[in-house]
């Protein structure tokens, strides 16, 4: 479908680390990785590494109780020292910063987008994707992970009475990636030395069904064109297809 | 391309104000209403009105001195009462909440995007974009006229002899709306009753020229299909297009 | 009546504007100007703008339930760039200043002054005083706008059946402006200019009945004598007798 | 002038500690009471206790630098227990209230009225009252004592040749005293008990020579009239002028 | 006791106050300084003064009703001006830093260790200890001077019958001292020149039968021996028995 | 020295996880664990996990400036879900906590202690120490760990020229370990389920060579005897001794 756009017609650069435009980076997921959370993974994509735990609590916010449905939300943050350079810590600046706030509620409305709330009956679940090593997408692997930590601890509230056993809470699964213009070319999943780069920079969050949770497409340079977007797009969508894979792979030897 | 869509297919429920799917808000601009900002203009999508500000000062923060380059940066607010229920001051907790955030990165990014940090020379704009009254689309709204404020401080720079009249600082020019899926059927300028029943619900940025610079759609309810983004970015190019007009027009008569 | 005084005995010099020294700047009061308050008023003292809303909520903070008395309370806030430079948000900042703090407090007690609590039953009303320009006089402007709001908000009230048609809830109007002793000579309702050149500066609250609510007087040059301060006296209560004329002209055409 | 107003017509009601209507509670004043500071007194009106210091640095603030001209700032704040009920501390709140931000800008204010800043030179000098007990008119003492730990202050500059011993650096002296009107009449100087029930509650500041720094008048119940407060003002002179009596001896003890 | 340790066998230098090595600054204690708290006491040790409040209250925080115990806690802070140098207010600054966080929770944890919070009841007694001057040992005079601030509320809540008269709260008394190697030697109660020359620091909390509380010993400069740790503790023993003489007598004079 | 205190006369309970008195959990260090950090280490001891990182820069903080001498500071902080129940962000509570700020500045104090700021020269050393597990020990893991963290920076350093490979910068090692009293008997090394029950709790800093850095002992329930506190030091030099083998063969691997 992109053949004929002109952002495709040239040659693209070899990537820095040897990669097909439209290939992954090596993804591995450690489901289990908190010892004191109810669920949890580690997620890689290349070198950046999150930490995603989910924690399942009884009962909802005032606002929300004696309506039978339930509450998740998320919280990201980046070790100080997850960068190439020492980031100054929020905790003691004393206030979260716009790009925290932003990313945590994007992850937030991601995980929502395939819960059955009234499903998940009056149950808390919060999310907190912490970023040990950052090398471009750490949103998207802390969407990524964050769904296997969820699904994880809704296997625990299964077990333990908390959600009954043919409640369907999760409706699908969801994963992200991200896509950019790099030199002209359509890309996906940027490490950092590419992400500074990008013309054009897009997150997409995707369900298992292959439908949009979330399009955030940002021209960093030069406005885009309505091909160059479609292009990205269907990249974003294999992507996520392949991250789907891999989801469920990981669950299924997380629970056998 | 998406005649045969689901999502168009229905014969749309007449929306709450008469209006078309693909129809604006009645839109007013009125440029220079503050009289202490070198730009101004009071911008109004049906009942929202936004007061956009540029201050234009000489010089840029330390880290950019001596790059013979300029910043733009952005803030949005919403006046406590703003809003159908008092909301308390931002001051007043002491600390900017993630929604404001993210609304001044998004209205900083898309002028950003049209401007010509060199031809700018090492001075500093802040647009400043106050929600006096809110009925959906406050960003959208804030953006277009934070546009207007921002030609009419870079005409009081070249008047002043801060830029040089032929420095083509403005490399285009900006508007943005909102688009959604509301009852299953594509429309665009959501207002508040709107809004809040949407499915999903998208904001696009388009320069003059129709490339975009900001797409951020986001899954309210269920996950939106590819036709359906589709349909949306559709209306959005329609929407703005108009907008530049507007714009067009309101700049021609106050430089009149 | 003040022509013994040894203050006014020299010939004053003419004013920035060419007004008399007793003379008010031209007023301007726009009842109803936000659409979402139950009551507001947009209030013009000369170049000086404040927008005043007043918001009416059923029920009182946790602290005075069940006395059967209502609460009202003020604030104040400046858009960053309603001074001739641009002032950097309060809740950017993180905190509230000196200036603002003693300045709501200020509108809140003026208010409170007027009304009858106990009529006002278990009931709250939160007044904003937002300035979209400042040229001088902005506390006094927000004092005298306030009242339109909340005497709009409490027609609004009656209206809705949250307090009886017969509680005289408002005992009097209120209303305040500034006087200052400028090159030696008292003057009334001073601008921007005129204020940062006085040696002292005061600003009066008074009642429609004419009597004090608040007397604050400052020396910012040389401490003054207690026939400058009767002076100044007199000057404010011709002034304020003539806003609460304006007040009720108002209120009679926004209740028309 | 007052003698056939209504307010001083009724005969007044005893005031609970036996004091006449225009008399001061006992003052005590400890130059020298902290061991630190430049300059400091410890200052008693009745129950009351503020201990002020007076902190004197060379230079003064950028903004200030090179124009050869002084700086004098306050701070007052009251420590926890200095009233019946403990109150939490704001540092541990984590900011300032209004009344403190109020009280400190009237000391700075103040102090500020009696000082040739030429004459000082570029040197700052930090007043902090602390309040160590709390029974009505602290603010009041703490600009009567602050004048004290300033005087001293500058004595030690003197000295030390950080000010020429011809610069009058002190025009005049400053102090404060609250009256009121509790139970109908004008009364002098109230302590807790008087205060919590006065109708009319005013702060004035006044020099040495009886003029005017500072009225502060505010109706906490009824409005006031004129003759009301032109009784307060000339109870006020009264006491002020004793307190500048006060002021002097313990200065020349102190310079003994 | 201490005469064969290696960190004595050299004969120490004099003091700069001529004391000997084991011997305690003048300590002055004046129980009931603060009118308004249920108990208090001014403290001193040599040039430290601290004034120390006890708050008695009914009930208990949330988290503990209903579970018949108590609650103690305490907060200590300094005046800006107790130091040498003017040190910015934490109230200013909108956050408490780690020394005050350190010193509060030690001098809490202190005084709790010989609290019977059973025999307390569901009270709550806030201790306040704030730095008047500060010459070293600011925190073990506050510890000293809030145990007797502690009883006298105690006192107070029995006289009271808040507390039965035969509840034994008070297991034990408590007091804390600094003792430190400065060249080379131990000493004991080191004021501030000292302070900021030694190698090692140690403050040690004792209760009246002389069983530690606390022991918090930090190498400034060269880490310790534990030859160098015992003579340490030894002579912190010695003079905690000493301030426990001096806290009973003080007592004793305030019950008389 | 400690076989007949009556502390360890009785003979004590087994440790839940069957340990003996005197026993380390299990440690393991993993050099290198961070990506980004010019040194870095992931310490366990048992289930606690902490990601140390040590981040080098060039240049020192101002006031430090000149003085040839470098600078070394650490901070501290715990994932959300370190715990068994998530516990809130401090940056989302907008401040630092008392424990946190005590145990960040007891990290850096530690580490200093064994560092030759001449040698490091004017150079600044991050440490950060983010606790992902939390069962005790935390800040004896995080010392432990940071050392590695700090001595691989230094060997970078070397490496890259800024500081010369001759410099000694490193005096010692350092470690540190908790020791406590639980059921009367002291024990080494305290997980969760014996720290909450500890009658005494003492967290000690030991150099390589056997000295102590700090000692900090904290009688939770009863304060505790000379001779208990005997016996928990000599635990402690044992358990540091061997902590400080693990090190040196941890850094043996790293560098070959």
Redesign the interface.
């Known amino acids: 479908m992109t053949e004929q756009t002109p952002a495709t017609a040239q040659t693209p650069a070899a990537r820095p680390d040897g990669r097909a435009a439209d290939e992954l980076r090596p993804v591995h997921i450690t489901p289990g990785f ?4 109810e669920g ?1 993974a580690l997620i890689e994509f290349g ?1 950046t590494r999150v ?1 995603c ?1 989910a ?1 399942f ?1 009884e009962g909802v916010p005032r606002w929300l109780k004696g309506q039978g449905t339930g509450w998740v939300t998320a ?1 990201y ?1 980046m ?8 980031s100054q ?14 990313i ?2 994007l992850i937030g ?1 991601s995980l929502r ?1 395939v819960i059955d709330m009234d499903a998940l009956g009056e149950n808390t679940i ?1 999310l ?1 994707c ?1 970023v ?4 471009g997408g750490t949103r998207t692997a802390a969407i990524t992970g964050a769904y296997i930590a969820l699904a994880r601890a809704l296997d625990w509230a299964v077990e333990q009475g908390h959600v009954r056993r043919d409640a369907a809470v999760l409706k ?1 699964s969801v994963s992200a990636i991200s896509v950019g213009i790099v030199d002209g070319a359509p890309v996906l999943d940027l490490p950092y030395v590419e992400d500074v780069k990008a013309e054009t920079d ?1 997150n997409v969050v ?2 298992g ?1 292959g ?9 960093e340079g ?5 091909a160059e ?1 479609d292009a990205l ?1 269907d990249l974003a ?1 294999g992507g996520t297809a392949r991250l789907a894979q891999r989801q469920a792979e990981a669950l299924r030897q997380a629970r056998a």
Chains 1, 2, 3, 4, 5, 6 share one sequence.
């Open positions: 908190s010892k004191q959370a949890s070198n930490l735990t924690s609590t919280e943050a070790l100080p020292r997850a960068t190439n350079e020492r810590r929020e905790s003691v600046k004393g206030k979260i910063g716009g790009r925290t706030h932003e945590s509620r409305r987008a919060v907190d912490d040990l090593d950052a090398d699908d897009m995707v369900t069904s439908d949009f949770v979330e399009v955030q497409g940002t021209a030069a406005p885009f064109r309505r977007l797009l969508v």
